[in-house]
């Protein structure tokens, strides 16, 4: 096993000064704007020590098993915000930051990617595998499905208006069976012996053809052992980081005069989708388009038709409960988002102002949270 490069080495003891530096900040009440910038970076810093251990992990299996734990782990940070701001009552903190975690990877994100990857491409198209696209944009019109629902319900004050909370749980739950009945294909293709032959990659629906054009992944260069000791250190770091990030949020947003929506649509998902930001561009920059799109479209998936309802059946048991009821203009954004995603993504190819449209979306998104 290689050592871990010199980069590697700056970030993970940049993340320990930074996550040390928070906690010293919030017990040692410092500043509310320095508390929360501080929080901000640790939280970043820590989703990329997941997301790295996550993939050293991954490379033991394939790439569907490793692309199923790395939206999964690579997503504890959000997790953590939303469960700490539910328990401290943000309700609208909570609303936004898991919203805006699936417009910041479907719209900033995405675009992008496709900007770079267009960019790169000799034709200035970038082509990639339409299946993943088209499944995650299913998976966010049903979410969209059930929030648009309860917000034409709630605004004609109908009779199912007054069963918000049933409705969620029902929906919830629904969500949850759809993504499994998604996810365990598209594992099995990866787990099961011959997976990586085109047949059996055919018979489970196609899920991992863009492996087979991809390059083959190197040996792991951490341990077993190390691996999973970052895997446990980062994840209770985030724990602790979100908790940091919540209690420094409301003084710091009344002093900077930003509103709470701005800072869970925009601070909180850009800062707890660093690893996606990244990698994302990353692989485009490298021409490995599939994978590039994979990382951003996993994501989005995962967030909306798994965290979401999880987050919304664990407040249950919280202080301030979780529901599909959102804002009018949220509800517009996602379902508005749901579409352009099937739009430009669902043929396997975008051009470059596909891309510069998306990142104005979200900017335009930005703005009007902004003056919420």
Known sequence: MSALTPLERSLLLLTALLTALAGIANYGQWAAVPRFALATLALAGLAWIVSFATEQLGERFGPGVTGLMQSTLGNLPELFVVIFALQKGELVVAQTAIVGSVLANALLVLGLVIIVGARRAPDGIMRFSRRLPRDTATLLQLTA??????????????????????????????????????????????????????????????????????????????????????????????????????????????????????????????????????????????????????????????????????????????????????APIYIGAFLLTALALAQITGDGEAAEFEGWALVATYVILAAVALYE
């Open 145 to 326: 499905f059930i929030i648009v629902l309860l917000g034409l319900s709630l605004a004609a004050k109908d009779p199912a208006s007054h069963h918000v909370n049933e409705i969620s749980i029902i929906g919830a739950i629904s969500l949850l069976v759809v993504y499994l009945a998604w996810v365990v294909p598209y594992v099995r293709a990866d787990i099961l012996p011959g997976a990586s032959d085109p047949s059996v990659l055919a018979a489970a629906g196609d899920l991992q053809a863009p492996a087979l054009e991809e390059p083959e992944a190197g040996s792991p260069r951490l341990s077993l052992a190390t691996t999973l000791t970052l895997l446990v250190i980062a994840g209770t770091g985030s724990a602790f980081v979100s908790d940091w990030f919540i209690n420094g949020l409301a003084p710091a947003i009344g002093q900077l005069h930003i509103s709470q929506a701005f800072a869970g649509l925009v601070i909180v998902a850009i800062a707890g989708n660093a690893v996606e930001n990244t990698a994302g561009l990353v692989l485009a920059w490298k021409g490995r388009s599939d994978l590039a799109i994979s990382v951003v479209k996993n994501s989005v998936a995962q967030i909306a038709a798994f965290l979401f309802p999880v987050l919304v059946l664990v407040s249950f048991a919280l202080a301030t409960t979780l529901t599909f009821a959102l």
